[in-house]
């Protein structure tokens, strides 16, 4: 199955707009305790409450050979034993043209993963090469959740501020690229209204729930499609870090749908 088929199935079976991120610091694990190992208790704790998981890959760099090990096992883990869940990582990935190419394998070709979020500054052309994986899903980042977001999103092209400019163009190439969707913050919720204006049926992946303090009631009235549906509402420390994380991910997955 291709990354939305995955997505559509995981939500079905679930009933779950939920993503959980699985970014695990490696000073926060136990003695012996590789990040594979967290991860694995986290995924089959929360496997029916999720639509969707995400790695940072960052968390799994910084600790090494053996971190990167840790985020291929992950992926290899939820393929094989939850094989509708989808797999986003979040490598934040692209260049110009070449060097996007050789990004595109890494993401895809060797750790496997379903669908990974890119920058957009430097254009079509550093994007084309992972919009082209027809059978994933590339999120291109629109509007961030931290705070100095504003430093440059804001700033007006003409009479939008670039963030705007930054969606239609994510639109423009998604009427060639089906596979194409935008990733914005819940910090933002106004904002997510208005991408949602231009963009009525895209799915977007939402973060900045739980420890960045999104609004998850303005987040879904302002993001959800006339199929109450077209978000992944990712949050991380906030379920990984639980005392029960099973049960945090289950409250969210339940919050969430009441304001569906």
């Not at 027809?134 to 961030?144: W, Y």
Request: charged share 25%; glycine share 8%; with cysteine.
């Amino acid at each position: 199955m291709n990354f939305q088929d995955k997505l559509i199935s995981a939500q079905r079976q679930n009933n779950s707009l939920l993503c959980v991120g699985l970014d695990p610091d490696p000073q926060k694990l136990q003695k012996a305790e590789t990040q594979f190992d967290f991860n694995k208790k986290i995924i089959d704790a929360t496997s029916q409450s999720v639509c969707c998981y995400k790695p940072q890959i960052a968390f799994y760099a910084a600790a090494g050979e053996n971190g990167l090990q840790s985020l291929k096992k992950t992926v290899d883990y939820i393929h094989q034993a939850y094989p509708n869940v989808p797999v986003l990582l979040d490598a934040k990935r692209n260049d110009v043209g070449h060097t996007s190419e050789m990004y595109a394998q890494e993401v895809f070709d060797i750790i496997a993963a379903d669908g990974v979020t890119v920058t957009p500054y430097c254009g079509f052309d550093s994007l084309e090469p992972f919009f082209k994986r027809g059978d994933k899903g590339i999120f291109v980042i629109c509007r961030t959740s931290n705070p100095g977001a504003a430093d440059f999103q804001d700033l007006k092209v003409g009479e939008s501020p670039l963030y705007v400019e930054v969606a239609k163009k994510i639109v423009e190439w998604s009427k060639t690229y089906s596979n194409v969707y935008l990733e914005i913050g819940a910090t933002w919720p106004e904002e997510i209204g208005v991408l949602r204006k231009l963009a009525p049926d895209m799915p977007f992946l939402i973060a900045g729930i739980g420890a960045q303090g999104g609004d998850l009631e303005a987040t879904l009235k302002n993001g959800l499609t006339k199929g109450k549906d077209g978000l992944i509402i990712s949050s991380s420390r906030g379920i990984i870090y639980a005392d029960n994380p099973k049960k945090a991910a289950q409250d969210l997955k339940e919050e969430i749908n009441k304001y569906r």
